[in-house]
């Protein structure tokens, strides 16, 4: 199995970037590789169960299913129904964790999936870093941060 992870600090309170990221639908909102997004079935974005129907910029269409959001442990975590990339079996957590010394906030993004093995390198960097890291880098720029 893959995994994947990565981990970030962004200078806001975590109350302010879980109000920005909470919402299940509201990924244009702040991930650059967004371009729309909508929630099937008319279903509220924070219901277990729903499901986000959502195009990339580059016009690819993904399918994910909540699985689970807690506002007190401040999480996330979804499975890809249907993708273009070679994938299975992928679940992820986005996870906010406050750091009071500064006031700050520590992010984390984790996956795990099945793959091909001759695709699974490829598959872990570009996660890892087109999409894990650049909706961290993006989220910097919102509060502020280069």
Not at 48 to 74: A, H, K, P, T, W
Request: proline share 5%; net charge negative; charged share 25%.
């Amino acid at each position: 199995m893959a995994r994947v992870y990565v981990s970030s600090v962004i200078a806001a309170p975590a109350d302010r970037v879980w109000e920005r990221v909470r919402g299940f639908n509201d990924l244009p909102r702040w991930h650059p590789l967004i371009r729309d997004s909508r929630i099937e079935d008319a279903l509220p974005a924070d219901k277990v169960g729903c499901i986000r129907n959502f195009n990339l910029q580059n016009g690819d269409n993904i399918r994910e299913q909540l699985l689970g959001l807690s506002d007190y442990d401040m999480f996330v975590t979804y499975s890809i129904l249907i993708s273009p990339m070679p994938l299975e079996d992928y679940v992820a957590t986005l996870r906010l964790t406050p750091i009071t010394e500064n006031d700050g906030t520590f992010i984390e993004w984790t996956a795990e999936f099945s793959c091909d093995p001759s695709n699974e390198d490829d598959l872990v960097n570009g996660i890892g870093n087109d999409v894990f890291q650049a909706g961290f880098d993006a989220l910097k720029r919102q509060f502020g941060a280069v």
